[in-house]
């Protein structure tokens, strides 16, 4: 018996209908069901589920953080190779029009994306402006998952090892992970295969179409409920296909979080340059900053940032009325790992709908879908199915997402 693990990536609870998605649905009938998900803040899943830590336990909170002395991007004929396909793509801005500048700049990002990867880095530059970009490296994805030294607690992957089971991850994701199946389709393929050709105790599947067709089409968009009607179809699919050769499985359906509708846009890059033209501090040199989809992370670089920036955040408009600044109470109770170096001396996280664009992951597009809000929302919620052979019937209202590491070790008899 194997236990399957199919990461539905921000599979919100309730896009699981029994119209929409009859099969998920009758799993959900049959099994274990959590009829919702709560994760903590942030951008960094995978670590509550492989380990059970919370990101106040883990240390994990968004994808990147500021950790000079671990970046890819220290080499300094490496940034200065950067810094001159920044220059170019600014050339383009120039002369053209804002559209076709953005998509000069993803094709320059895509080309150069493939050789860093070609010279062994594997965090991608993103649109993280190059002349900073050696200040950062990736947090939860900085050391490959399957290391023992990857997490401060044995993860999964570890018990499995000192079990002696066996697992396969080729079908899974992390940023420093390239996996050989591009598609959600190839991933179900590729388990389908390796099933049939030798047993594995645990297999990990990650499905991303929840997530890619949420940003682009918006969670409550006819588009998107044709994608989940199509999903369904695949999933039941895939169960039934293992099931009619090696049957007696147990199949957990995560959807690790939610999604919200995006409302308003900000253009938070614009307020911060005009925050720091009235202190007259440097961008780049007195301060640095990050810009995430649902958060702005700011680093005082000297003592003349520290003494002026504070006042000019607190004061303000377009920050104070469309979202909070991290705080103790607000960080103890979304389970934030803060105060923390790594993820600003100033962080801003955007209330709900609320989308910062252009950020450092997109620029050219905005998505109507967005992730990373408060997690006790209700469209932050995920959903989570754990159905199979020997799988109890109980039906539950919410767990938080490190319940999904128990729900595998029990699963695994570990």
Not at 112 to 141: C, N, V
Not at 333 to 361: E, M, T
Not at 372 to 377: E, F, K, Q, V, W
Request: hydrophobic letters at 40%; glycine letters at 6%; aromatic letters at 12%.
């Amino acid at each position: 018996m194997s236990t399957i693990l199919l990461l539905l990536d921000a599979f919100r609870h309730d896009y699981l209908s029994e119209k929409t998605t009859p099969f998920l649905w009758r799993c959900a009938q049959e099994g274990e069901y959590y009829a919702g998900v709560e994760q903590s803040m942030g951008f960094c899943e995978r670590s509550e589920i492989l380990t059970g830590l919370r990101g106040d336990e883990s240390g994990f909170f968004t994808a990147i953080g500021f950790d000079p002395p671990n970046s890819p991007y220290a080499n300094l004929s490496c940034t200065q190779f950067l810094n001159i396909t920044e220059l170019t793509a600014l050339f383009f801005s120039s002369i053209f029009s804002k559209n076709f500048s953005a998509r000069v700049q993803e094709k320059l990002r895509y080309i150069i994306s493939g050789q860093l990867r070609k010279r062994g880095i594997k965090m991608s530059p993103y649109f993280i402006p190059y002349s900073w970009i050696h200040l950062f490296a990736l947090t939860e994805d900085r050391i490959d998952h399957r290391d023992p030294t990857a997490f401060k607690t044995p993860s999964i992957f570890t018990l499995l090892n000192t079990a002696g089971r066996t697992y396969c991850y080729d079908s899974f994701t992390a940023l420093n992970f390239q996996s050989p199946y591009q598609s959600d389709e190839e991933r179900l393929n590729a388990v389908i295969r390796n099933i049939k050709k030798s047993h594995k105790d645990l297999y990990l599947v990650y499905i991303a179409a929840a997530d890619v067709y949420g940003h682009a089409y918006g969670p409550a968009s006819l588009e998107f409920r044709h994608v989940l009607i199509d999903l369904d179809g695949h999933l039941e699919h895939f169960v039934k296909t293992i099931e009619s050769f090696a049957p007696g499985n147990r199949y957990i359906f995560l959807g690790d979080h939610g999604m919200a509708t995006v409302t308003n846009r900000i253009d938070a890059e614009k307020e911060i340059i005009r925050l720091l033209c009235l202190t007259e501090l440097r961008k780049g040199h007195d301060v640095v900053y990050f810009l995430d989809s649902t958060m702005v992370r700011l680093w005082v670089m000297n003592d003349k940032a520290r003494k002026r920036l504070p006042h000019a955040l607190a004061s303000s408009k377009l920050f104070n009325e469309n979202g909070l600044w991290m705080g103790h109470a607000l960080a103890n109770r979304c389970h934030v790992p803060w105060p923390d170096r790594h993820y600003g001396d100033y962080l801003w996280v955007a209330n709900s709908g609320n989308l910062v664009f252009p950020d450092f992951f997109h620029r050219r597009l905005p998505c109507k879908g967005m992730h990373g809000y408060d997690p006790h929302l209700p469209e932050s919620h995920g959903m989570c199915i754990n159905w199979g052979k020997g799988v109890p019937m109980n039906q539950h209202t919410i767990m938080p997402l490190t319940k999904a590491f128990n729900i595998l070790k029990e699963n695994l008899k570990l």
